[in-house]
């Protein structure tokens, strides 16, 4: 029986490991001539500053699109299509909300075959949601799932 891959997803943060995770996925979706849909997860203290208008919206826009685009350009050099999407990884309204369930909800929505998700060291730092998601996806996913 083999693997058959028509999407992979690979979430990021705009953090240098999510990038890296972005590098593995291209290669993966090239290997299997599969496309690649990366998810940006908004952390909590953008998230919360987003909902009490303590930061615009568009500015957040602005700096997500600005990672996304490094994002095409990895995509880009393989020949691999990419699309894109940005998600909230907390909710004050619902306690289920998390980055990991914000990631796995997400490779349903967009019926991704494999998913790519970095594994990155617990720094601390406010924009670096994915580190919290890992072992949640490593653990639910029933799709393949490959940490780095």
């Known amino acids: 029986m083999s693997l058959t891959v028509d999407r992979v997803l690979v979430p990021v943060d705009g953090s240098d490991e999510s990038l890296e ?19 940006y997860v908004l952390g909590e ?7 009490e208008d ?11 699109e600005a990672f996304t685009d ?21 909710s004050t309204q619902r306690k289920t909300t998390h980055p990991g369930s914000v990631v796995l909800d997400t490779a349903d929505e967009v019926d991704a075959d494999f998913l790519v998700i970095p594994r990155e060291p617990l720094t601390g730092e406010p924009g670096e949601v994915l580190e919290k998601a890992a072992e949640y996806v490593l653990l639910y996913a029933s799709q393949p799932v490959l940490s780095v």
Do not use: L, M
């Open 54 to 64: 303590a930061v615009d919206e568009s500015e957040v826009a602005e700096d997500t």
């Open 70 to 90: 490094s994002v095409r350009a990895v995509a880009d050099a393989a020949d691999v299509p990419v699309s894109s999407s940005i998600a909230y990884g907390f």
């Open 21 to 39: 995770a972005v590098e593995y996925a291209v290669a993966v979706a090239d290997a299997y001539g599969a496309a690649v849909h990366a998810v």
């Open 45 to 51: 203290e953008v998230v919360r500053a987003i909902e």
